[in-house]
């Protein structure tokens, strides 16, 4: 089915066309019906597979439908996010959506100015993409009403109903009306958050659930090698050098540690930035557009950046720390092979790390591709510091025939 054969307005279908959706996604097709018949849902799918516009879209053509009654705007969706980048994200895409419906939507969010958010709130808003924070700090100003919200969205829904969410969460539900639809997305999701989303959700909730068997894209490509601690730095700058050309986002496991691996790109003349929520938002926005618009390819990343951040063509994501919450890694690697587009992910495992990769595995379900190396021995032939001109591929190539000289040296 086309999306020109949905009962959308004319305006969003003319807006699809030229953002150039043809037809929905898996998840799209699904959820869109339910949605717009008002059911509440809970909705599983993969990374990449154009969740947001399937709760964009309904939304967007049901508050337009609706406008034509009564023309001002009061905030009648509000969507819930985890991060800044997100609310900014996902507000752009209502937007796109939205142009010529009159429906407005404002990205709400910490850590800038908020006078110019005030004002766009004052003049009335339809759709609010909101973090917690902020929302809550304007409202308890009385800058916002919930009181007209119909539709409540948990994008990273698990995340949300986790335990520093949570309870902002039943808050935010508390000042809503109480027939309302609420809408829960995510990749991922386990069975105690499962029992608490519908513990919220209507007792006849329609759950959607696409590929449930592997929560990984096949678009990406995921392995893991197992470097020392000391040596990964090496691995990425090989890494990086080896693909000029290729976006690459790199995960590490604290804010320190993100400002160091960039001191040692430095030292190798590589050119990274890195996004961490220890720095100001005006850096953190820049640092993302840089690294969307390919003014730099290179941008180390805490776990702030491991959900939903939606950028083309990102060709490697590198944990070069394993992310010590197990769903993280399927997020941390689903930045990359996104809608149709293909990717890469490699993890480096240190030997202290072996017990989070053991909680990864158990929650994608089956072992992660090893790359096969021996630090050790192949340490003595290879050597980092040195600029060979080799390629990763090669590299491996070459390690994996030392290995086996040595297997069979062991063998005699
Ligand atoms: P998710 O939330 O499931 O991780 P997003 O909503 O961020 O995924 O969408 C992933 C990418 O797919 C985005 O770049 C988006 O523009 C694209 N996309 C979404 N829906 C469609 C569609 N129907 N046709 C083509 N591309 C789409
Ligand atoms: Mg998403």
Not at 99 to 103: H, S
């Given at each position: 089915m086309k999306f020109s054969q949905y009962s959308f307005t004319p305006e969003i279908i003319n807006n699809l066309e030229k953002i150039g959706f043809k037809k929905p996604t898996d998840i799209q097709y699904k959820s869109i019906p339910a949605i717009m018949k008002g059911e509440d849902l809970l909705a599983i799918a993969q990374t990449g597979t154009g969740k947001t516009a399937a709760f964009a879209i309904p939304i967007i053509n049901d508050i337009q439908k609706k406008k034509r009654n009564h023309k001002e705007s009061v905030i009648r969706a509000l969507v819930m996010v985890p991060t800044r980048e997100l609310a900014q994200q996902i507000g752009e895409v209502f937007t796109k959506l939205g142009?010529?419906?009159?429906?407005n939507t404002l990205a709400l969010f910490g850590g800038v100015d908020q006078e110019s958010q005030i004002a766009k709130l004052l003049k009335g808003v339809d759709v609010l993409v909101t973090t917690p924070g902020r929302m809550f700090d304007l409202h308890h100003q009385r800058?916002?009403?919930?009181?007209?919200?119909?539709t409540l969205v948990l994008d990273e829904a698990d995340h949300m109903l986790d335990l520093g969410f949570k309870k902002d969460i039943v808050d935010v539900m508390e000042r809503m009306p109480k027939v309302r639809q609420t809408l829960f997305f995510s990749a991922t999701i386990n069975a105690k958050i499962k029992k608490t989303a519908y513990d919220l959700i209507k007792s006849n909730a329609i759950r959607i659930q696409i590929a449930p068997k592997d929560p990984v894209s096949k678009n990406i490509k995921h392995s893991v090698a197992f470097v020392k601690m000391d040596d990964k730095r090496f691995f990425l700058e090989r890494l990086i050098k080896e693909n000029p050309k290729s976006k690459i986002l790199v995960f590490v496991r604290t804010k320190v540690r993100a400002e160091r691996v960039k001191k040692a790109m430095d030292r190798v003349e590589i050119e990274s930035m890195t996004i961490h929520g220890d720095k100001a938002q005006k850096d953190r926005s820049s640092v993302m557009n840089f690294f969307r618009t390919g003014k730099v390819n290179v941008m180390i990343a805490t776990d702030v950046s491991a959900r939903g951040i939606d950028i083309a063509n990102v060709d490697y994501v590198v944990n070069y720390d394993l992310p010590d919450v197990a769903e993280n890694y399927v997020h941390r690697i689903g930045r990359t092979g996104r809608g149709k587009e293909k990717g890469d992910a490699v993890s480096f495992c240190a030997n202290e790390e072996k017990p989070l990769l053991d909680e990864i595995e158990k929650f994608v379900g089956k072992p992660i591709k090893v790359l096969e190396l021996k630090q050790d021995e192949y340490r003595q032939t290879v050597d980092f510091s040195e600029d060979t001109s080799l390629s990763v591929k090669e590299l491996m190539g070459q390690i994996e025939e030392l290995d086996k000289k040595v297997k069979k040296n062991k063998k005699k």
């Open positions: 142009k010529g419906t009159r429906v800058f916002l009403s919930l009181d007209k919200v119909q």
